[in-house]
């Protein structure tokens, strides 16, 4: 497995200094939340003229890359992850739509892993079969030109969200039935909702595992922590994902640790490594 870190959690580096700082530190992958500041999908023009400037850097660094589209505000300055694919109206399913086809043009443009998504909450009262169709179709769109792009979708159960635990994302996962449509697992998220037995999930799905996020978390606080601040057992964890042998990049998810970036990310680094004797983004299991 590869470390990483994600670029929200850089949010007041340029991305061209958060890539370069996370190189020297000795990480081996980036997942870089798509933001108006940088590689924004809504407009095609400036996206594909900072991933111009980027690939060079990318490439220097050697950084394996995965694309974020969970940006708070990029579609709506008053609506949190609004508009989403499971929105009442399909003019803001179709807004949602067209940015994550934005994504995807990134992602193919940086050779990225995968690009990683989630649901959305519903903004009406529609049941499950109405908000599982609307999502489903959503998704429909977005991996039909992700397959002509050839890049990867990998979808991460979030809490609050439609799809919250990784029995909907199961499913999610069975309904839309599609190589090309695999599974971000934030072990946090697991942990704090009680969504059962990490190491098993990490079984579970090993064949589609294609991104991870990790930080620490508290059981019933959704609040993404530095480690040694929360209860998780890391142990068990990497035991699980030596076991299965996952190669993929495992990223770090601090976003509301920007103002201590470069420490959050040194002693996140230290901290991970000492389960898998990574250095300078070794390859491992």
Known sequence: MRLGYTTNGFAHHSLADALTLLS????????????????????????????????????ATKLGVTIETGARFILDPRRKHQPTLVSATPGDRARRIDFLKGAVDVGASLSAESVSLWSGAPDDE????????????????????????????????????????????????????????????????????????????????????????????????????????????????????????????????????SHVAVDAARDSFSFLSRYIGVRSGDCVG
């Open 126 to 257: 529609a049941g499950d079969d109405e908000l599982f169709d609307r999502l489903a179709t959503g998704l429909k769109a977005v991996l039909d030109h992700a397959e002509s792009c050839g890049v990867r979708l990998s979808f991460e159960p979030e809490p609050g969200m439609f799809i919250d635990t990784m029995a909907r994302f199961q499913r999610l996962h069975e309904t839309v039935n599609h190589e090309g449509f695999g599974l971000t697992l934030d072990v946090g998220h697991v942990h704090c909702l009680r969504d059962g037995d990490i190491a098993r999930h990490i079984h579970r799905w090993r064949d589609v595992l294609w991104n991870v996020h990790i930080e620490d978390m508290q059981v019933g606080k959704h609040e993404h922590l530095m480690f040694g601040e929360g209860d998780m057992n890391f142990g068990e964890i990497f035991e699980a994902f030596l076991a299965v042998a996952y190669r993929g990049p495992m990223h770090v998810e601090l976003s509301r640790h």
């Open 24 to 59: 020297e530190i000795g990480y081996g992958s980036v997942a870089i939340t798509l933001e108006r500041e940088h590689l924004d999908p809504p407009n095609r023009s400036a996206a594909q003229a900072c991933v111009a400037d980027l690939k060079p850097l990318l490439d």
